[in-house]
């Protein structure tokens, strides 16, 4: 069975500072991978997927992820941050052939300051 | 479009009353529909998800119940509500047919259990 783990759970920054959040997975087989963004008191966003293909994935708002299979890991980035992603951020992976089961990590809450 | 729905928002339950969150999908047919819930300050748990009307599969051993009365309906029940089941519920669907797990979320509902 698949595993998720986001390896900071807060990450404070400054505005217009780079951040990277962290994702780790583990599975025996193929993966899909996602990451959503969850705004207070709103349900989860995606942000963005890797299926196959590049492994650098560009989403929305400016974040794009990068799929490193050795380190099975799945890192989002954004090279400058706005005070309106202060949110929490999960990290998602799925089974290529897991059935109907996506696992979530615990979440990473961005606070971007001023 | 696609749209999911969750209502109540926001709920305040006494310990030990039911309870019944209803969630709906517009705008597709037969999809994977998902109930999570999260604590406060942590991750998404899958309590239950529905691949088809009456198909219903546990995640969790709990006080909790679901059912799918209709293709695009969900339901989430207790007959006895506990302080622990305070949290943030949220729905989620995805395309049956699709080969990969991207999910769409609806709003929340809000617990509280006094």
């Known amino acids: 069975a698949q595993s998720v783990t986001q390896l900071d759970s807060q990450v404070p920054v400054f505005e217009e500072a780079p951040v990277e959040l962290r994702c780790n997975y583990s599975?025996?087989?193929?993966?899909?991978l996602f990451w959503y963004v969850q705004y207070p008191n709103q349900g989860l966003q995606l942000l963005l997927k890797?299926?196959?293909?590049?492994?650098l994935v560009k989403g929305i708002n400016g974040f794009e992820a990068e799929f490193n299979k050795s380190q099975t890991s799945f890192h989002l980035r954004k090279p400058s941050v706005h005070i309106s992603d202060t949110a929490e951020y999960f990290c998602?992976?799925?089974?290529?052939?897991?059935?109907?089961?996506?696992?979530f990590g615990a979440g990473t809450r961005l606070f971007v300051k001023a | 479009s696609q749209t999911i729905h969750q209502w109540p928002a926001t709920l305040v339950q006494p310990v030990g009353s039911p309870l019944s969150l209803e969630c709906t999908v517009e705008?597709?047919?037969?999809?994977?529909l998902y109930w999570y819930r999260q604590a406060a300050g942590r991750g998404l748990q899958l309590l239950f998800y529905?691949?088809?009307?009456?198909?219903i599969s546990s995640e969790v051993p709990q006080n909790l119940s679901a059912s799918r009365p209709q293709d695009r309906q969900f339901i989430l029940s207790s007959k006895k509500l506990l302080l622990s089941d305070s949290g943030f519920y949220l729905c989620?669907?995805?395309?049956?047919?699709?080969?990969?797990?991207?999910?769409?979320f609806g709003p929340g509902t809000r617990l509280t259990v006094l």
């Open positions: 989620a669907w995805e395309k049956g047919s699709a080969s990969y797990n991207e999910q769409f």
């Open positions: 599975s025996s087989v193929s993966v899909y």
């Open positions: 890797y299926l196959s293909g590049s492994t």
């Open positions: 998602a992976v799925s089974e290529v052939t897991g059935g109907f089961k996506t696992i």
């Open positions: 705008g597709t047919s037969n999809p994977n």
């Open positions: 529905s691949v088809g009307i009456g198909q």
